[in-house]
């Protein structure tokens, strides 16, 4: 998952989802502009997950990721385009304070269901 960093985007939005990422341990990398006013802020927190792009390199290089997180809807053209033809969904809506929903963003929904016939597995064979 990428958490792509725009100009604007406040430090308390961008703490809020790198936090959500760590507790669901979603691996998270952040790419910024290298004219971000919260650059050296998460550089000093987190210089391991960002990674400096500009816009161009982060749409060249969007098929690298499974999901893409922004703090806004605020985005160019050219992400949204990109998105729709690799079919990658981008979760768009400002972080929310409430873990529940917020940690929806981060985890895969999958479902393990069991058949059963009303008398039992329709697979098991009874012995003789």
Same mark, same amino acid.
């Given at each position: 998952?990428?958490?792509?960093?725009?100009?604007?985007?406040?430090? +308390?939005?961008? =703490?809020? !989802?790198?936090?959500?990422?760590?507790? /669901?341990?979603?691996?998270?990398? $952040?790419?910024?502009?290298?004219?971000?006013?919260?650059?050296?802020?998460?550089?000093?927190?987190?210089?391991?997950?960002?990674?400096?792009?500009?816009?161009?390199?982060?749409?060249?290089?969007?098929?690298?990721?499974?999901?893409?997180?922004?703090? +806004?809807?605020? =985005?160019? !053209?050219?992400?949204?385009?990109?998105? /729709?033809?690799?079919?990658?969904? $981008?979760?768009?809506?400002?972080?929310?304070?409430?873990?529940?929903?917020?940690?929806?963003?981060?985890?895969?929904?999958?479902?393990?269901?069991?058949?059963?016939?009303?008398?039992?597995?329709?697979?098991?064979?009874?012995?003789?």
């Amino acid at each position: 998952m990428v958490l792509r960093v725009q100009q604007g985007d406040k430090l +308390s939005d961008i =703490l809020m !989802v790198v936090t959500a990422s760590e507790i /669901a341990r979603t691996p998270l990398f $952040i790419s910024i502009d290298a004219e971000n006013e919260n650059l050296n802020a998460l550089k000093m927190l987190f210089a391991d997950k960002i990674k400096t792009q500009s816009e161009e390199v982060f749409v060249q290089e969007m098929d690298k990721y499974e999901r893409v997180r922004t703090c +806004s809807e605020k =985005l160019s !053209v050219k992400i949204y385009q990109k998105a /729709a033809e690799l079919g990658k969904y $981008i979760a768009t809506q400002t972080p929310l304070a409430e873990g529940r929903l917020e940690l929806l963003h981060y985890v895969k929904e999958q479902s393990v269901t069991f058949e059963y016939h009303r008398y039992g597995s329709i697979n098991e064979v009874p012995e003789i």
